[in-house]
């Protein structure tokens, strides 16, 4: 069974950058038709997709988000990490690292962790 | 871009059948999963590919998609089934993204 955890600090300062990281157990970041996603959720609102990176390093943002972010694969330490740049009191969320496959459904996600932007 | 809307809120009694919709252009052409969000908890996958059920999702759980429309369906309400629902599609249509829907809380009276 596939398990992903998050971890990074809860505060970031605004302006500065959002830096969480993302291990994966029971399964390898480096094999299969995955897509390693990170999705977020403003308190009391919904699920809004970051983006994801596929094991060969390829990536896909949301264009949004696009210019302040960086998905990338550690495959020695089967993690993978979300930079996201400049944040804002907007970017205050849960943030959950997942798996994707076949169709785009997100079959596994991690337990999530609030990131909190203020000074 | 592409926008799922969903109903904000249903309501249903125990027993009963809760029908919640995702609304988006022509979604029918596209591939829809659903998901179940306790409070507090990580979204759970109840449906994927428009109409298949995950692994120990119960029976109860079923969905629909055609035209502008898909549809989650839960029939005999539990009370467990309180929750948020949400529609996620695949967009090809502008750019290529995931887009969820706006979310629905579902409420057993």
């Known amino acids: 069974q596939v398990q992903l955890q998050e971890s990074g600090p809860g505060l970031v300062k605004p302006s500065e950058t959002l830096s969480l990281t993302c291990t994966v157990s029971g399964g390898s970041v480096s094999s299969g038709n995955y897509h390693w996603t990170w999705i977020r959720q403003p308190p009391g609102e919904g699920l809004e997709w970051v983006g994801y990176i596929y094991y060969s390093g390829s990536t896909n943002y949301n264009p949004s988000l696009k210019s302040r972010v960086t998905i990338s694969v550690d495959t020695s330490k089967n993690q993978f990490s979300l930079k996201l740049s400049s944040v804002t009191a907007a970017d205050t969320a849960v943030y959950y690292c997942?798996?994707?496959?076949?169709?785009?459904?997100?079959?596994?996600w991690g337990q999530g962790t609030l990131v909190t932007v203020s000074s | 871009s592409y926008v799922l809307t969903q109903p904000p809120s249903v309501s249903v009694a125990p027993g009963q059948t809760a029908r919640i919709t995702c609304g988006g252009n022509n979604i029918g052409s596209k591939t829809v999963h659903w998901y179940q969000q306790r409070p507090g908890q990580a979204p759970v996958l109840v449906i994927y590919?428009?109409?298949d059920r995950p692994s120990g999702i119960p029976e109860r759980f079923s969905g629909s998609n055609s035209g502008n429309t898909a549809t989650l369906t839960i029939s005999s309400v539990e009370a467990g089934d309180e929750a948020d629902y949400y529609c996620?599609?695949?967009?090809?249509?502008?750019?290529?993204?995931?887009?969820f829907g706006t979310g629905t809380k579902v409420t057993v009276l």
């Open positions: 590919y428009d109409s």
């Open positions: 997942a798996r994707a496959d076949n169709w785009n459904e997100v079959a596994y």
């Open positions: 996620q599609v695949w967009d090809t249509s502008t750019d290529h993204r995931n887009v």
